[in-house]
């Protein structure tokens, strides 16, 4: 089992593609191996509406729901792509959770700390 325990500090909603949308810290457990991920970003890679250019109807992205996140550690983390994909996921799941108690005002509930675990 994979236990990512994120920590959202910082959310900026109105982030552009390539743009931060999110600074947090990530506690991570994959199997008894363990790192403990400090002043992680999230970078906006692409909207959803970039990837699915015939969307029906025509719609403006709504953040996070249509946002695809690049998480950067700045550690080697980053040179694993599946874990690197799990932290991805478990930002955006940790976002979600976020927009529904807060929704979607930075101003309210950070931090916000949210469990995501994955079974095998």
Excluded at 10 to 22: I, K, L, M, Q, S
Excluded at 71 to 93: C, H, I, K, Q, Y
Aim: with cysteine; glycine share 6%.
């Amino acid at each position: 089992m994979t236990t990512f325990i994120i920590t959202l500090r910082d959310v900026f909603p109105d982030a552009a593609e390539g743009e931060v949308c999110v600074k947090y810290d990530a506690a991570v457990d994959a199997d008894g191996v363990k790192w403990n991920l400090t002043d992680v970003v999230g970078i906006v890679a692409a909207y959803r509406q970039d990837l699915e250019p015939d969307c029906f109807p025509a719609s403006t992205p709504v953040f996070p729901v249509d946002v695809f996140l690049l998480p950067v550690t700045g550690t080697d983390f980053d040179d694993d792509a599946a874990m690197r994909e799990l932290l991805s996921d478990a930002t955006w799941t940790a976002l979600m959770q976020w927009t529904g108690v807060a929704n979607g005002d930075p101003s309210i509930g950070l931090p916000f700390t949210v469990t995501v675990e994955y079974h095998e």
